[in-house]
């Protein structure tokens, strides 16, 4: 929750930043701009041209997103919802809904977000339903709803099924493992080192020797050979987060299921690592005075991933300093 030096408004924001519209602009226009002329000046019987009809919806939508994914800021007081939104080229728009006008508040998972959030749902006595920015601290989105609905005088929301809510008495990242998963992985690593040595045959057959000998089959082997080490990995790992200790589950190369658990006394520092430039997510990552890293099995924006790690220092009741957030 973003509270302002006023306690007594909560403020959301939702935005992209001119960093990522920049990059998604400019991916947009890389595809327009080489990969489609490219494909059309290298068709060959006509089949690479399927591609250059995916490839301009993708770039049109990357350039849309980047000039028209709004901004919007709810300031939450007493008196009522202070809306504001902005797109890029557009002018700031400001809506302010009376208490009079608020008929309820609930709270709402996002759909198809990645990763998980929730939004606040306000009710208008019109029958509408405005939408909040997402909620920032993953870890108490019932608190929040809670706050803001005695802030503005309504009943109390139902609370919402969330596996990272700090009342709960145990916290769950990623999900569980099991030795069917892990058996299935490495039966799939042969069939896809089979498929990598299509493209060498194919190479083969049509005559490209230099191409399958000298690119092809070492690319071929070193795709194998990455996902046969790899395998156990593919099916992820399951953090129990409990008051005292952490259990991290992870399944060895024969498929079984090795757990470890970490008490306060083994953490050296608990971190935020570095956004990814893709997604601008996060992972969590756990540094043990051995020198031995987990990191957390899922991802999280930078506010829910700075949410969750204060959880963990609070359930392992390490000092509020453990580590530091970088950048």
Same mark, same amino acid.
């Given at each position: 929750?973003?509270?302002?030096?006023?306690?007594?408004?909560?403020?959301?924001?939702?935005?992209?930043?001119?960093? #990522?519209?920049?990059?998604?602009?400019?991916?947009?226009?890389?595809?327009?701009?080489?990969?489609?002329?490219?494909?059309? %000046?290298?068709?060959?019987?006509?089949?690479?041209?399927?591609?250059?009809?995916?490839?301009?919806?993708?770039?049109?939508?990357?350039?849309?997103?980047?000039?028209? #994914?709004?901004?919007?800021?709810?300031?939450?007081?007493?008196?009522?919802?202070?809306?504001?939104?902005?797109?890029?080229?557009?002018?700031? *728009?400001?809506?302010?809904?009376?208490?009079?006008?608020?008929?309820?508040?609930?709270?709402?998972?996002? &759909?198809?977000?990645?990763?998980?959030?929730?939004?606040?749902?306000?009710?208008?006595?019109?029958?509408?339903?405005?939408?909040?920015?997402?909620?920032?601290?993953?870890?108490?989105?019932?608190?929040?709803?809670?706050?803001?609905?005695?802030?503005?005088?309504?009943?109390?929301?139902?609370?919402? =099924?969330?596996?990272?809510?700090?009342?709960?008495?145990?916290?769950?990242?990623?999900?569980?493992?099991?030795?069917?998963?892990?058996?299935?992985?490495?039966?799939?690593?042969?069939?896809?080192?089979?498929?990598?040595?299509?493209?060498?045959?194919?190479?083969?057959?049509?005559?490209?020797? #230099?191409?399958?000998?000298?690119?092809?089959?070492?690319?071929?082997?070193?795709?194998?050979? %990455?996902?046969?080490?790899?395998? *156990?990995?593919?099916?992820?790992?399951?953090?129990?987060?409990? *008051?005292? #200790?952490?259990?991290?589950?992870?399944? %060895?190369?024969?498929?079984?299921?090795?757990?470890?658990?970490? &008490?306060?006394?083994?953490?050296?520092?608990?971190?935020? =690592?570095?956004? =990814?430039?893709?997604?601008?997510?996060?992972?969590?990552?756990?540094?043990?005075?051995?020198?031995?890293?987990?990191?957390?099995? %899922?991802?999280? =924006?930078?506010?829910?991933?700075?949410?969750?790690?204060?959880?963990?220092?609070? &359930?392992?009741?390490?000092?509020?300093?453990?580590?530091?957030?970088?950048?």
């Amino acid at each position: 929750m973003d509270m302002a030096a006023n306690t007594d408004e909560v403020r959301l924001r939702k935005g992209v930043s001119l960093r #990522e519209r920049l990059l998604w602009a400019a991916s947009g226009a890389v595809l327009l701009l080489i990969l489609v002329p490219g494909l059309m %000046t290298w068709a060959w019987d006509g089949r690479p041209l399927l591609v250059a009809l995916w490839a301009v919806p993708l770039g049109l939508f990357l350039i849309g997103v980047a000039a028209l #994914e709004p901004n919007v800021a709810w300031i939450i007081t007493p008196d009522g919802i202070a809306i504001g939104e902005q797109r890029p080229l557009g002018r700031l *728009h400001k809506r302010m809904i009376g208490l009079h006008d608020i008929a309820g508040v609930s709270v709402r998972r996002n &759909r198809f977000s990645y990763p998980a959030s929730f939004s606040l749902a306000c009710m208008l006595a019109s029958g509408n339903i405005l939408i909040s920015p997402p909620l920032p601290d993953i870890t108490r989105v019932n608190e929040t709803a809670e706050t803001v609905a005695a802030m503005l005088g309504l009943p109390a929301a139902a609370p919402v =099924d969330n596996p990272l809510d700090a009342n709960n008495p145990v916290i769950r990242l990623g999900s569980p493992l099991t030795p069917v998963l892990g058996r299935v992985i490495p039966a799939i690593v042969p069939a896809s080192a089979v498929l990598c040595t299509v493209p060498f045959l194919v190479a083969l057959w049509i005559g490209e020797t #230099e191409l399958a000998l000298g690119l092809l089959l070492p690319l071929g082997l070193f795709v194998a050979f %990455t996902l046969y080490r790899n395998a *156990h990995r593919l099916s992820g790992a399951f953090w129990i987060v409990r *008051h005292g #200790e952490i259990r991290i589950e992870r399944l %060895t190369l024969s498929g079984a299921v090795a757990a470890e658990t970490i &008490r306060p006394a083994d953490v050296a520092a608990i971190e935020v =690592d570095k956004p =990814d430039r893709k997604g601008r997510t996060c992972t969590i990552s756990i540094r043990l005075h051995t020198g031995q890293t987990f990191r957390s099995p %899922t991802r999280y =924006d930078e506010s829910g991933a700075s949410a969750v790690r204060a959880e963990i220092i609070r &359930r392992l009741d390490a000092p509020p300093d453990t580590g530091t957030l970088t950048r």
